[in-house]
C-alpha cells in the first residue's frame, strides 16, 4: 500500500435526471433530506437558518444529521456556483468537490473528497469510511431520482449498518 493516496478519492456516477434536480439535491436541505439526511440546515451569516426550498450559496454553514446518530456534522459551504458545481467541508478541514456534467442523458457525478489527513484515525475512518459512505449515498441519489425508491435504514430498532 505504499502508493495508496490517502489523502483523497473520487467517485463517480451517472443519474438519468436533469442536472437542475441534481444540482438541488446537493444544496436544498429538503432534497438532500430526500436521500442523504435525516436532517439538514443551511445558516447564512447571522446564524439564520436558511429556508428548506433555496439553493445554499458560498460562505454559509451547515448542521447535518444522519438517521439513527445523535452528533451533527458541522461545516461550511466553500463555493455554489449555481449550477453545477459546489465545495464544501466535511469531517473537520476535509473539502468535498461536487462536479455535475451532462453525458448522453445521464447527469454525471463526480465527487472528489481530499485534503484528508494521513493519522491513522482519519485513513480508517474518513479515507476508507467515507470512501464506503460515498459509494453508497451516492448509490441511493441515483436510486431516490431515478426510481423514487430510498435506500437508507432508518428504523432506530435495527443498528447501524452500510445503509446509514
Not at 97 to 116: P, Q, S
Not at 119 to 136: H, P
Amino acid at each position: 500500500m505504499e502508493n495508496f493516496d490517502w489523502t483523497s478519492f473520487t467517485k463517480k456516477i451517472a443519474i438519468k435526471a436533469r442536472l437542475s434536480d441534481i444540482y438541488n439535491a446537493w444544496t436544498k436541505s429538503n432534497e438532500l433530506e430526500k436521500w442523504f439526511l435525516e436532517k439538514a440546515t443551511f445558516f447564512n451569516s447571522q446564524e439564520d437558518a436558511i429556508s428548506k426550498y433555496i439553493n445554499a450559496t458560498a460562505h454559509i454553514t451547515y448542521e447535518w444529521f444522519w438517521f439513527l446518530y445523535a452528533d451533527p456534522m458541522k461545516g461550511v459551504v466553500k463555493a455554489a456556483n449555481g449550477k453545477d458545481y459546489l465545495q464544501f467541508t466535511f469531517e473537520g478541514e476535509c473539502l468535498v468537490d461536487v462536479k455535475l456534467t451532462e453525458a448522453n442523458g445521464y447527469t454525471i457525478v463526480e465527487l472528489r473528497h481530499h485534503n484528508i489527513p494521513t493519522d491513522d484515525q482519519s485513513k480508517q475512518f474518513i479515507r476508507l469510511g467515507c470512501s464506503n459512505g460515498w459509494a453508497f449515498y451516492l448509490t441511493n441519489l441515483k436510486s431516490v431520482y431515478e426510481g423514487g425508491i430510498d435506500l437508507r435504514n432508518k428504523d432506530k430498532n435495527l443498528p447501524p449498518m452500510i445503509n446509514n
